[in-house]
């Protein structure tokens, strides 16, 4: 179903002229057993994936337990390295978009 409404919405967004650069796909738990493989989902939303983010069930629901991100308490964590990048491509994008205040 999460396909089938990721396809959908590449295909609302197109017809209402949202530029595909402005969109970015996520695939989340990516290395979950049962699950969709990579090029089966680009294929059928007819993009590519942008970012992935692996399954952790265990430190995730640590993280809840503790109150401490696990992008905190284990960077160096899978699911944490996935957040990161997600993380960096944005504040790249608004470093891009943003004018500098200051001159340096």
């Known amino acids: 179903m999460a396909i089938r ?13 949202y530029p595909p650069s402005k969109l970015a796909t996520v695939m989340n738990r990516s290395d979950a057993s049962g699950g969709f493989e990579k090029a089966d989902v680009e ?3 007819g993009s590519t994936i942008d970012f992935e983010i692996v399954s952790d069930g265990r ?6 337990n503790e109150g401490i991100a696990f992008v905190v308490s284990s960077p ?22 943003t004018p500098a205040l200051v001159k340096r």
């Open 59 to 64: 430190l995730v629901l640590q993280s809840n």
């Open 76 to 97: 160096d964590a899978p699911i944490a390295q996935g957040v990161r990048r997600i993380a960096d491509s944005l504040a790249a994008h608004l470093r891009e978009r």
């Open 43 to 45: 294929q059928a939303v």
């Open 5 to 17: 409404s990721l396809a959908m919405s590449a295909e609302t967004f197109a017809a209402i002229g």
